[in-house]
């Protein structure tokens, strides 16, 4: 079965950076496009990015434009999202998505168990 597994989260101060991983398996990871979604709590689902299975087309959602940046390695089946200036807004479990394209979370077939990322001011 497909599994996408996270790894990175953690407490950072405002203004810091991050690198999120997520590992995926049991799907043909280069032929699949790749991306984040992020829930703060009592919010929805909200888009962060997603990267074409090529690596050739990116797009990112509004309130990380700038900020964050999404990368993939076909070679380890692993898609990034390297964050800066993170904001105390930023806060939120981070969740790795496969298979899909789009902004909506229904876009998508495969999602990580997510990752804790928690900003302070």
């Known amino acids: 079965q497909v599994q996408l597994v996270e790894s990175g989260g953690g407490l950072v101060q405002a203004g810091g950076s991050l690198r999120l991983s997520c590992a995926a398996s049991?799907?043909?990871?280069?032929?699949?496009?790749m991306g984040w979604f992020r829930q703060a709590p009592g919010k929805e689902r909200d888009f962060v990015a997603v990267?074409?299975?090529?690596?050739?087309?990116?797009v990112y959602g509004d309130s990380v434009l700038g900020r964050f940046t999404i990368s993939r390695d076909n070679a380890k089946n692993t898609v990034y999202l390297q964050m800066s200036s993170l904001k105390p807004e930023d806060t939120a479990v981070y969740y790795c998505?496969?298979?899909?394209?789009?902004?909506?979370?229904?876009?998508?077939?495969?999602w990580g168990q997510g990752t804790q990322v928690t900003v302070s001011s």
């Open positions: 998505v496969g298979r899909g394209w789009g902004s909506r979370p229904r876009d998508y077939d495969y």
């Open positions: 049991g799907l043909t990871f280069s032929m699949n496009n």
């Open positions: 990267i074409k299975w090529s690596g050739d087309s990116i």
